[in-house]
């Protein structure tokens, strides 16, 4: 059963799946047992190996699946039309935190694997996707603007960073005793890209 079809998943396959991404955005890829996900997923280790081969199979499919889903997204929002500058940044900005909070255990797993030869097949997920996407619709307003594509792909890595800042921020404050307030918020990133842009 190397392949598991991510679209067809029993309720069991999505609470393992579940399960592991939690574990794996919390304590990384290596550090996560088939155990450890068992015992989240209230169910046997021994079902694990029943709906996937192995924990590699079990990550590989649980990143598919939403890998398949943000790409899905972004592509429904970006395939809307925008005002203008302000508006495409401002609704971009708001949407890239909505997702990035959804799928937060993909994006929090990804960052934390970032460098890990062994799992680089497995975590598919690209943040660049995003910024490709919202680069090419910024560059519909060019006329508003004297940028070199190198500018605007800057401009957008920047934004993006920012935000992902932000969600990564917002995580380590809910699993720590940090009660820190934020300092920088969404519109504040909003804004700074948006004068950088002017």
């Given amino acids: 059963m190397a392949n598991v079809n991510t679209e067809a ?9 579940d399960a592991a991404l939690d574990i794996v955005s919390h304590v990384g890829y290596k550090s996560t047992t088939t155990k450890m996900i068992a015992q989240k997923a ?3 280790e ?11 199979v079990l990550i590989d499919t649980a990143f598919k699946q939403h890998t398949t889903q943000i790409t899905k997204e972004v592509d429904e ?3 809307q039309t925008f005002n ?3 508006d495409l ?3 971009s900005g708001r949407f890239m935190a909505n997702i990035f909070d959804k799928h937060r255990q993909i994006v929090i797993g990804t ?3 970032v460098g890990n030869e ?3 097949t497995i975590f598919t997920y690209k943040q660049e996707y995003i910024q490709q996407q919202l680069c090419t619709k910024l560059k519909e307003f060019s006329k508003d603007h004297s940028l070199t594509d190198q500018q605007y792909e800057t401009i957008i890595f920047i934004f993006n960073s920012a935000i992902m800042n932000l969600l990564v921020d917002k995580a380590r404050r809910e699993y720590s005793d940090d009660e820190q307030a934020m300092t920088i918020h969404l519109d504040d990133v909003i804004e700074l890209i948006l004068k950088t842009l002017n």
């Fill in 118 to 120: 062994q799992t680089k």
């Fill in 89 to 91: 940044m401002k609704e």
């Fill in 42 to 44: 209230e169910v046997n």
């Fill in 9 to 17: 998943l029993t309720n069991t396959q999505q609470r393992i799946i």
């Fill in 77 to 79: 929002f970006f395939s």
């Fill in 84 to 86: 203008n500058t302000t």
């Fill in 46 to 56: 021994t079902t694990i190996f029943k709906n996937f081969q192995s924990k590699q």
């Fill in 111 to 113: 960052i934390k694997e």
